[in-house]
């Protein structure tokens, strides 16, 4: 039995081998033990840093922008001349940026009469529009140009002229800036199209009785003075008449040319302008104090050394030097586009399209209701970027923000400022 067992387990073991032509096959390796591999955690991710106050509002300008019909965008871009009839209904009707008041809306009212009228504007386009309100602006230079001291009703005597306030001295300039100010946030009004940045010494100029009377040097202490007790009051300055007015002729009557070299814009005619830009960043350097741009108005003369084919407020290249040469970011505006200089630059009529490609953000003009329908007619058409009125619109937008029209909201949206 032993013999035979031994033979049987022989066989097994020989019975794969010839299966396999005789061939040893190795039994298969075994597997190494082998730890399970950890797969590695991914890197916590950064926290978010917290947006600054002032990323917070850029970015709630821009929902409110991208929230806007191609009909409220170009309608903020207007900064009109108060119409005599309907001046109510057209708020909604164009979703007008801003109003400007000349003698015709102020003469002969009570404080209570215009503040009452200003307000009925602002609740409109709140309250029935796109929610924006509206830039309400006045010509109060002092002097020869006052839309609203000339009425006895709202003050007892004219504001003094430029020329006459620096003869007086800095105390009697600041002095009386704050209290034309104060009244015209009193009464409403959010924007001063002032202080006037031209630089004339020769009484026999067209525009020498709006200015200081003096060289550049003290027009630009005067404008930097002007801008800063405005804007510490939060009302909005403009700075006028870009480039520079100089010697030339009423451009209310018909077309001037300034033939001067630009040498001389260098060295006089920027300087009052550079002084009032500067003020927002030098003044606003408190934590305090919302940061608060002057605008620019650019003027209609034609300024040969930078422009010789067009007036500067329709010149690509003059706005070029005002934003590049000088550094300017905020809105830019123009002269009123129904004056004699710039009729015969637009033969077809669309005048407000060529001061938008030309950079300016506002348009001041009183042919508003002709002008809008045609901007948002070249958009459609293609003839006009509506890209080119985003950036205006968000100019605009931004102004008013500073201004204190505007508003953030703890949920991050900008709603109107102006109590109910």
Known sequence: MRKGRAF?????I??????????????????????????????????????????????????????????????????VRVPAENALEDVTTYHLGGYLLFGRDTQDRTANELIQTIASWQAQAVDYDTGIPMLIGVDEEGGSVVRVSANPHLRSRKFSSPRKLWEEGLDALIRETREKTILLRTLGFNVNLAPVADVSTDPSDFIYDRTTGKGAEEAANYVARVTETQSYNHLGSVLKHFPGYGNNKDTHTGVAV?????????????????????????????????????????????????????????????????????GFDGVVMTDDLAMEAVAAYAKDGNVAVLSLQAG???????????????????????????????????????WKLELGLLELTEEGTLVSALLP
């Open 8 to 12: 049987f387990a022989l066989l097994l």
């Open 360 to 398: 300016n953000d506002l348009v001041v003009t009183t042919d508003y209701r002709t002008q809008i329908p045609r901007v948002i007619q070249a958009v459609k058409d293609g003839a006009l970027d509506e890209e080119t009125i985003d950036a205006a619109c968000l100019r605009v937008l931004r």
């Open 14 to 79: 020989l019975l794969p081998l010839a299966a396999c032509g005789g061939k040893m096959i190795p039994p298969p390796p075994e597997e190494p033990e082998t730890s399970p591999v950890e797969t590695p955690e991914a890197p916590p991710e950064p926290e978010e840093e917290p947006k600054t106050p002032e990323e917070l509002e850029e970015a709630a300008l821009q929902t409110l922008l991208e929230d806007m019909t191609l009909e409220e965008k170009t309608g903020q871009l207007f900064f």
């Open 258 to 326: 300034d033939e001067r070299p630009m040498e001389t814009f260098l060295e006089q005619d920027f300087l009052p302008f550079q002084a009032g830009i500067a003020v927002e960043e030098t003044v606003w350097s408190s934590e305090e104090l919302r940061r608060l741009r002057p605008a620019v108005l650019v003027s209609h003369n034609i300024v040969n050394c930078m422009d010789p084919d067009l007036p500067a407020s329709l010149s690509p290249e003059v706005h070029r030097i005002l934003r590049e040469d000088l």
